[in-house]
């Protein structure tokens, strides 16, 4: 495996090559030895090594050592967490981290900085973007952030900023699958992998991509030998190891597999036709959408035998209800990923498997479960930051107008900031406000950004590192450690509601500032400062709690708040019938099944159903109102499709830095087959380039069975350029720069399969 | 003997993820790139037509450790609960148990200047009637720890569940690690 194989061949020219007595400036090493004040004692808090926000727990032994597992309060986790999470501790004492606030001195990109009070940097912080409000308008502002907590945090302070101009991570990310989900059933669902029986995976990579809850729950299902597990994946990854069976399929062809099931079953009649006729709409035009998709017509295009087709939609047929189609978490395969999302939801719908076990479900929040109850059993909370409304249009025209039009306009097109800024088209972009957020390793065409950051007057980043990003800032604000903060408290909610919270478990090690304080000192000094009900985070959970003290004591004792909520999926009777015996006024909701079926009348649709068509999308996107076979190319033309993905032990690009991760894998070189290698020469280890339109990037091979002889993989989140990152700084290749900043078609997914050539160095 | 410890490593449910590496760093402060702890992957067969192979490398605290045999200063020996540990007051670092080792379980301490291994985590969590740092850590529960004589102990009921593989048994070693091999996939 790479990991192995990247540790053992790169490992030492790393701890050979290292200079660890040069301290940067600003670092936590250039303080020299830190005493920790804090006692040995278990705090129960929420991880952040990647953005899954697991509940940990953590014990602090003589003051120093953090020891990390998961927070066992939390039924679904344990005791419990990943490498990752456990590796907090090495980047808590990592000796590159930031912990002084910098001011850039050099020219913009330079790496030149001097070290800054809080007082000098936030100063300079706010007269700067007074400034460019004075003098541009507040919407010359970008902001984006990593999703959670900050996300919300900022999108508030760009509200009250003035600023329409707010993106978050989803673009680059999730954001097919959610728009799919949003149009089809108004909002997001989750699987119930525990209780199904059959699961049909689609390069959903939970045992790469760790959630702890989801993780687990999908290794206990493909450990059992009573239960099917189908993986579909260009690539032999740990989940397809794990499976009953895996198909390499061509990169990007999910949608057209999926076309040919959706095909099988309308032929044979072979779905839930009930369900179908009672909570959806639509289904005529999707039986005319896939009516030529036959099993012989994917054959070509996913390498997958018709006979398979024929004989997996049977199986799972079988399995209805108590079968998920996985949509997986990022896909992002080709310019047509909203109608793979979009394919596969129906997959899960044609199946009659929503609100029943096995199945796929609405979150049950505390809103929900009390309106169901008809009685506040969950307490309810404030939001703490507050979005007044900004009358200006966003640069991208995401949920306004134009080919963005249904992208989120909370979250953005992240593709199209470097066009607008280099364009000054709508209007001209002066600034831009980055909290966690380190596009020019995680988002295409890094070259393109660059030169776009370079045309601003202003740019301020909150980063823990001094990453790619953060070297192009003017200001950089270093953020504590989640270890060293507290925050609000987080919502979260499956078949019943829960709330988390971050607790701080030592005290900051250099005055780092959470980004809470740095925002509410931002919003005090520019004026508004009464935007916001509260002054420290104190008073935030306070307020966000409406007081509830006892809530408040359990998320600080236990970092973890359930209500004893009996799991509810509204169309499975017993487990409404314990709805109801818990909660008596909710038995009015109950239909002569049993079921609380009017929950499936009245969604967030436009119908109030589940939306099979969507006449608003087909109105604006020909085409694209039902799902169908369009815009299936991944290879543009050249031989070979790049993909990528994570690895168990780092993130798209936070972590490559840390200690204890580095330490496992420093390196990313790119999976080739041996035939492909063959042909180009190559053998494990040689250097060669990729090469497309866009870039010529050097990269190294690993040569393996695991991976069709048409396609290529990189773990991502390599290929750093900052040389204040001192460990991962110019190791292995960062595949973004080979992406192309055209997104797909109507969601504005960043599209990360992309066409390349291999070149011999 | 007054417990009869038992590592169980389900092939099945691991996901090589190195969260038991890392949890086991923390827990025991071992060096930088040494390791008391790995699970190797290795993707076998020819393409389509693979299997991944999951191997744990730890120690496997033998009943019949050579290297509590070879040791010439008794700094390695064997607990009354029949763990194997290493004193490392007593340790000369002569290197014997290194080689006689078959788990390749061993290593030089190089900031110490002693030889060390996992201990099951014996004295920070398993004298407290807590599970190994690596137990506890699992994403997957793929292990489980647990004292043999108790029938009612998971690690126990699952041991009669399945079918068991004790590491290198012809070496007669008697591993009190057992692995539940891997059932997916092409074999080797």
């Known amino acids: ?761 | 003997m007054e417990k009869q410890y038992r590592l169980l490593y389900d092939e099945n449910l691991c996901i090589g993820c190195q969260a038991c590496s890392v949890a086991c760093r923390v827990e025991n402060s071992v060096p930088d790139d040494c390791y008391r702890v790995q699970v190797h992957m290795q993707t076998i067969g020819i393409f389509p037509h693979l299997g991944m192979n999951y191997e744990r490398l730890s120690c496997v605290m033998c009943e019949n450790p050579p290297c509590v045999s070879v040791c010439p200063t008794h700094a390695s020996f064997q607990s009354k609960d029949g763990l194997v540990h290493i004193d490392e007051r007593a340790c000369i670092t002569c290197k014997y148990c290194i080689l006689a080792c078959p788990y390749h379980a061993r290593f030089v301490n190089p900031i110490k200047n002693v030889v060390e291994k996992c201990t099951f985590c014996y004295e920070t969590r398993v004298s407290k009637e807590l599970n190994p740092a690596c137990v506890s850590i699992c994403p997957t529960e793929a292990l489980s720890f647990g004292d043999m004589h108790q029938s009612n102990a998971f690690v126990a009921q699952k041991s009669q569940k399945e079918v068991l593989l004790f590491p290198k048994a012809h070496l007669r070693t008697k591993p009190k690690v057992a692995f539940i091999p891997n059932r997916k996939g092409m074999k080797s």
Request: net charge neutral.
């Open chain 1, 1 to 761: 495996m790479a990991y192995i194989q990247g540790r053992r061949d790169f490992l030492k020219i790393a701890t050979s090559s290292a200079t660890a007595t040069i301290f940067l400036p600003g670092s936590l090493g250039a303080l020299g030895e830190v005493a920790l004040k804090s006692e040995d004692k278990f705090i129960r808090s929420i991880c952040e090594m990647c953005s899954s926000r697991c509940p940990m727990e953590a014990r602090v032994v003589n003051g120093k050592t953090v020891l990390l597992q998961g927070n066992a309060f939390s039924k679904e986790m344990g005791t419990s967490l990943c490498a990752k999470g456990v590796a907090g501790s090495s980047q808590l004492y990592d000796t590159q981290r930031l912990v002084t606030p910098l001011i850039r001195v050099g020219k913009r990109g330079e790496n030149k900085w001097a070290e800054a009070s809080w007082e000098e940097a936030l100063s300079l912080v706010s007269t700067k973007l007074s400034a460019l409000k004075e003098r541009y308008g507040a919407k010359s502002v970008l902001f984006s952030s990593k999703t959670g907590e900050h996300y919300d945090l900022l999108r508030s302070f760009a509200s009250a900023f003035g600023s329409p101009n707010i993106f978050s991570h989803w673009s680059s990310c999730p954001i097919a699958i959610e728009s799919a989900f949003h149009h089809t059933f108004g909002e997001k669902l989750h699987r119930d992998f525990e209780n199904a029986t059959y699961i049909l995976n689609f390069g959903h990579n939970l045992f790469e991509g760790l959630d702890i809850p989801l993780t687990k729950a999908m290794a206990q299902f493909s450990a059992n030998v009573s239960k099917k597990l189908v993986v579909f994946d260009p690539r032999f990854s740990i989940m397809a190891s794990k499976a009953n069976e895996w198909y390499p399929m061509k990169a990007g062809s999910d949608l057209a597999f999926v076309l040919s099931l959706l095909h099988v079953w309308i032929r044979d009649g072979k779905y839930d036709k009930k369900f179908i006729e009672n909570y959806t709409i639509g289904f005529d035009k999707l039986a005319d959408s896939v009516k030529e998709k036959t099993p012989q017509w994917q054959q070509s295009l996913t390498g997958i035998d018709a006979k398979v087709v024929e004989r997996i939609a049977d199986e799972v047929y079988q399995a209805a209800p108590r079968c998920i189609i996985d949509w997986g978490h990022k896909a992002t395969t080709t310019k047509a990923e909203y109608q793979r999302s979009r394919a596969i939801l129906m997959a899960n719908i044609l199946m009659g498997n929503v609100e029943k076990e096995g199945g796929i479900y609405f979150a049950k929040s505390a809103e929900r479960v009390n309106a169901l109850a008809k009685e506040i059993v969950v307490p309810e909370l404030n939001n703490p930051y507050p979005r007044p409304h900004v009358n200006e249009p966003r640069i991208d025209g995401a949920g306004e107008v134009g080919k963005y039009r249904f992208v989120s306009k909370q979250h953005g097109a992240l593709t199209a900031i470097p066009d607008a800024i280099l364009s000054q088209k709508p209007y001209p972009i002066k600034g831009w406000f980055l909290t966690r957020h380190n596009p020019l390793v995680t988002l295409a065409n890094p070259q393109k950004i660059k030169e776009a950051m370079d045309e601003l007057e202003f740019i301020v980043v909150n980063d823990i590192y001094l990453s790619d990003t953060a070297m192009m800032a003017d200001v950089i604000l270093p953020e504590s450690t989640y270890l060293e903060r507290d925050e609000g408290i987080s919502k979260s909610a499956f078949k019943s509601p829960f709330y988390t919270m971050r607790n701080c478990i030592v005290e900051p090690l250099h005055q780092n500032k959470s980004a809470i304080e740095m925002m509410r000192d931002l919003a005090q000094r520019m004026g508004f400062g009464t935007h916001y009900a509260w002054k420290n985070i104190s008073e935030l959970r306070a307020y966000q709690a409406k007081g509830n003290v006892e809530l408040l004591q359990t998320l600080l004792m236990r970092g973890v708040a359930s209500f004893d909520v009996p799991p509810l999926l509204a169309l499975h009777a017993p487990s409404v019938e314990r709805f109801c015996e818990r909660y008596p006024k909710s038995r009015s909701w109950v239909d002569a099944q049993g079921l609380f079926s009017h929950f499936l009348e009245h969604l967030k649709t436009p119908s109030g159903k589940i939306e099979i068509y969507c006449e608003e999308v087909e109105h604006a996107f020909s085409g694209y109102g039902v799902t169908g076979a369009v815009d299936m190319d991944v290879t543009q033309g050249y031989p070979y499709v790049l993909t990528s993905g994570k690895s168990a032990v780092h993130t798209n690009g936070h972590t490559q830095n840390v200690p204890y991760l580095h330490m496992l894998l420093s390196d990313n070189p790119i999976w080739m087959h041996p035939s492909t290698a063959k042909a180009h020469g190559l053998k494990m280890g040689d250097t060669f380039y990729l090469q497309n339109a866009i870039a010529k990037e050097r990269a190294t091979v690993f040569i393996t069975e695991g991976i069709r002889p048409d396609t290529l993989f990189a773990y991502m989140g390599f290929g750093h350029d900052a040389p204040s990152l001192k460990r991962t700084h110019g190791k292995g290749m960062n595949p973004s720069k080979l992406l192309s900043l055209e997104s797909a078609t109507l969601c504005g997914a960043m599209i990360t399969n992309v066409g390349v050539n291999i070149i011999k160095a």
